[in-house]
Every structure is written in C-alpha cells, then in structure tokens.
C-alpha cells in the first residue's frame, strides 16, 4: 500500500481538520490513514502557501490534480541546500 493515493474526500477531511487545530495524531484516527501519509500531504499544503478556503473552493478534479502530482521541488535543489549547510558548518 506503500505511495498510494489517498481519495478526494478523505484529503478534504485532513485538510479542514488541520485547518482547524486538530492534531495529527487525532487526524489519523479519525480518517483512518497513517500519520506518515498526512504528513506527507501537510506538507505539500504548508508548501503550496494558501489558505483551507481557497482549496475547498475546487472541484474534485482540480484538487487531485494539485496534490497528486510530483512535488515542485527536486532532489537537486535539495542536495544543493544541504551542502551548502554543511559548507557554512565547516568554515566555522
């Protein structure tokens, strides 16, 4: 079961419970998915920077089409950020 899809319903349920200050943990219970996977999908919300409202404005569709798609940022630009972490660390 490991990287599947989670449905369309289950995400707007995980998305308006952290809207409203409910805690990972507790998401989990209720919805019934791994808090691995709501991590995974907070953080492609936290990323996208906007707002429960504007998301629970879309279509099923299109709110698929944003959060099932590969994620903007890629591994290179991460190993980059990572190097120059450790760069900044040794020269001091």
């Not at 952290?18 to 709501?38: C, D, L, N």
Request: without cysteine; glycine residues 4%; aromatic residues 14%.
């Amino acid at each position: 079961m490991a990287n599947k899809n989670i449905n369309i319903s289950k995400l707007r349920q995980i998305l308006k419970m952290y809207f409203y200050k409910t805690g990972t943990r507790t998401i989990s219970e209720r919805t019934g998915v791994s808090r691995s996977t709501i991590m995974k999908y907070l953080e492609r919300y936290r990323y996208m920077q906007t707002t429960w409202e504007e998301l629970s404005l879309l279509s099923d569709k299109n709110l698929d089409a944003l959060f099932h798609q590969p994620p903007r940022w890629s591994l290179l630009s991460g190993r980059k950020h990572f190097m120059q972490f450790f760069r900044m660390w040794k020269n001091n």
